[in-house]
């Protein structure tokens, strides 16, 4: 009975151990923290993500990949008073509404040319702003 009982809180700070140490853990899907560089690495992934053809070998780890970004980026840098009222900011968050919606509503489907020239220009303004400092 001893036995069992230390085993059971033993095995029960192993598993609180555990969950604390992944749930603290930083998955920035590789954001520095920087608001331009994440920016314009933000922009390239997604760029790469809905260029890419549709029979290619890793599209579903490029999507993934972006919607984690996306989700890490827009979830950093939306509370910061620093980035949020910025131009650039605001254009990114337009853009990266409308693919996580997409992919939300559509999956893997491929991305209308539409919508690929309307996120393209939204970066370019993004990129411009972030190079201004807006």
Do not use: H, W
């Not at 853009?95 to 040319?113: C, D, F, M, Q």
């Amino acid at each position: 009975m001893f036995f069992k009982s230390t085993l059971s809180r033993i095995l029960a700070l192993v598993l609180v151990a555990v969950v604390a140490l992944t749930g603290c853990g930083n998955s920035s899907a590789g954001l520095s923290g920087n608001y331009s560089q994440d920016t314009l690495k933000v922009i390239e992934t997604l760029t790469t993500a809905i260029d890419l053809p549709n029979d290619a070998d890793n599209k579903q780890q490029i999507q993934t990949l972006a919607r984690e970004q996306i989700n890490d980026y827009i979830s950093r840098y939306r509370r910061e008073d620093k980035s949020g009222g910025l131009r650039s900011f605001t254009t990114m968050q337009t853009a990266l509404n409308a693919l996580a919606g997409y992919y939300t509503s559509y999956g893997s489907r491929p991305i209308p040319e539409k919508l690929k020239q309307r996120l393209k220009q939204e970066f370019k303004q993004a990129e411009i702003a972030i190079k201004r400092g807006i």
